[in-house]
């Protein structure tokens, strides 16, 4: 289902400083409802825990996201997007991509190599054999975490507009990720009301958007720059995806007022 990867890119967003306090750690797993209007059709999880690859220790993500209910039974989606990054660096060593909707499959694995070339990262996949990319490419998921460290701790600077741009590897081909800040809000959630950061990442109109703002996402506006919530407005209604648990984050959830 094109909405549930969808939901990967817009929750799921250069190296950082090494002596900045991350905003994470291992142990974080968030849990999501996804609604279709009134009803939800879906569930995901966002986790992150210790591992090891290739005899060394790196941090490893895991984002699933499966259809439940009336569509399950329509759709049958179980997508998996998994990343092995370094602790330090949180540049991608490994990524694996598990797509599971109705009949299709899509299974692919990409190892990144930051350190053989010293003006670019080499890629290889699976699927598409090996690629040239630029120094500091990031998956997906990295992406979403580098977005939370690097980014977000200087929200308080940001002004209503700017714009961040991210170059990341996905669905094996270069995919920047263009993000508008467009401002605070409070969120209401399972887990109480929430002050937010919010933010539209740019699409591309067509098939599934009206327009390149359709898209809005929030993160809390505390030290975990959380991601709460996503929201997409396409031309058949609207479709979202909500916080409803959380544990293991490194500091304690800023809720304003518990619902």
């Not at 992150?48 to 259809?67: A, N, Y």
């Not at 598409?128 to 990031?138: L, M, N, Q, T």
């Not at 399972?190 to 591309?204: A, D, H, L, Q």
Request: charged content about 25%; aromatic content about 14%.
């Amino acid at each position: 289902m094109r909405l549930l990867r969808i939901l990967v890119l817009a929750t799921l967003l250069p190296a950082v400083s090494y002596g900045q306090e991350s905003a994470f750690q291992p142990g974080e797993k968030i849990n999501y409802a996804i609604h279709y209007g009134l009803v939800q059709g879906g569930i995901a999880a966002l986790e992150l825990k210790v591992d090891t690859f290739r005899g060394k220790e790196v941090w490893h993500s895991v984002f699933w996201g499966k259809t439940t209910g009336v569509a399950d039974k329509i759709f049958r989606v179980k997508d998996v997007y998994e990343s092995y990054f370094e602790p330090d660096s949180q540049l991608p060593v490994f990524t694996i991509r598990n797509i599971q909707e109705g009949r299709y499959r899509k299974y692919n694995e990409v190892i990144f190599d930051h350190y053989a070339r010293t003006d670019s990262a080499v890629l290889t996949s699976d699927l598409s054999g090996v690629h040239i990319a630029e120094k500091g490419i990031r998956d997906i998921l990295t992406c979403f975490y580098y977005f939370r460290n690097h980014d977000l701790p200087n929200f308080s600077n940001f002004k209503r507009g700017d714009m961040i741009t991210i170059m990341t590897w996905f669905t094996d081909e270069l995919y920047p990720i263009r993000l508008r800040y467009l401002g605070m809000d409070d969120v209401r959630t399972k887990v109480g009301k929430i002050r937010c950061i919010k933010f539209n990442p740019v699409t591309e109109t067509g098939r599934l958007f009206k327009s390149e703002n359709d898209v809005s996402f929030w993160f809390s506006a505390d030290k975990n720059f959380l991601p709460v919530k996503v929201r997409f407005d396409i031309f058949v209604g609207a479709f979202a995806a909500e916080i409803t648990g959380y544990e293991g984050l490194k500091y304690p959830l800023d809720i304003k007022k518990k619902e």
